[in-house]
């Protein structure tokens, strides 16, 4: 029988899926073949004809998963599914779906890790909150959680409850996103907190800005963009955004090294600006990772052929400057599969910072 572990998290967005992609790669040194499962996902993609989780979608392509994507990703939570569910609940159904998915996976691996979604008790309304599934699939968990000293230690126990509950065995913890200038304070004190509580500290990773800075090609995909120029630098990170509503002169103070404009597309005079400076300064400088013209406007076609020049992508979307720049500043940033800086680097501090020992003895 294959060995598995559930990667649980305190909240969204704490790094289930980082943690995740990087204990597959450590394991399989271990244990040869690693598979991967995402019993309910709430983020979906269509792949190979099928709605999938997207953190599925980066294992499969990241890890190079031999398993079909429909069984890493059995149930996607689609708009209506659970008003749909309350008014007509299918539990049985449910269960069915991820048992024979699970049963596939493990069928072919030697361990397979399994990805909740969002804090312990989420997917509860329809009966399969992550403390029902890692009892319903029998695994120890691994609980993330991000920096801090009192609040993920709040979090961690408050969760800690949920799978006591269902009677699951919490592994360990995994205390992710810890600010450097910090991060021998918070080791030092989580740990000692967490013991009193009899909880064993797994991993204690850092804070690396890298990870949630957003590349042109997130941007465009979550924007529905359309791209003018530059696809082939969708790879650029931006690490500023920088709104065009003002005059140029005034703009020269704001445009910092990786400064994604978000201008209209008839305010040439704040595109031909960043453009200047992008070219004048190079690698020394302030540099423009992208540009957004908002309103559907494109600019003159002289003005668009010398941002072609300078090697600056352009999206072009219909919505105001207002609305692009809250969703921008909004967007949640994910690792997509072809960021390869970021997976790589995930990769590294995983296996520097998490006791892959440990979790093996516990396995």
Known sequence: MSKRVFIAATHQNDGKTTVSLGLIYCLK?????????????????????????????LIEHVCKMKTPIKDMSPIAVERGFTENYIKKPE????????KESYQKIAKDNDLVVIEGTGHAGVGGVFDLSNAAVAKLLKAKV????????????????????????????????????????????????????????????????????????????????????????????????????VIGAMEPHDALDYIDDKSL?????????????????????????????????????????????????????VLLVKEDTYNIASRVHDLTVKIRPKDKTKTNLVIDMVNKYVNIDEIVKAL
Not at 51 to 56: G, I, L, Q, R
Not at 91 to 98: E, M, P, T
Not at 201 to 209: E, F, Q, R, S
């Open 29 to 57: 040194k271990m244990f040869g073949d690693v598979g991967f499962i995402k019993p309910v996902g709430q983020r979906y993609l269509i792949e190979q004809g099928y709605k999938a989780d997207e953190d599925s979608i």
């Open 91 to 98: 539990k049985a159904k449910l269960v069915k779906q991820i």
């Open 142 to 241: 691994i609980l993330i959680s991000s920096g801090g000293i009192g609040r993920p230690i709040d979090e961690i126990l408050l969760n800690k409850a949920l799978f006591d509950k269902e009677g699951v065995e919490i592994m360990g913890v995994v205390i992710n996103k810890v600010l450097p200038q910090k991060y021998k304070k918070i080791d030092s004190l989580v740990r000692k907190g967490l013991a009193r509580k009899g909880l064993k500290v797994l991993g204690m990773i850092p804070y690396d800005p890298v990870l949630s800075k957003p590349t042109i090609g997130q941007i465009k995909a979550e924007l529905k963009a359309q791209v003018l120029y530059g696809a082939t630098y969708s790879d650029n990170v931006v690490e500023k955004i």
């Open 261 to 313: 404009v978000i201008t209209p597309g008839d305010r040439e005079d704040i595109i031909l600006t960043a453009l200047s400076m992008h070219l004048i300064y190079g690698d020394n400088g302030p540099s423009v990772s992208g540009l957004i013209l908002t309103g559907g406007i494109s600019p003159h076609p002289s003005v668009l052929n010398l941002v072609k020049c300078a090697d600056i992508p």
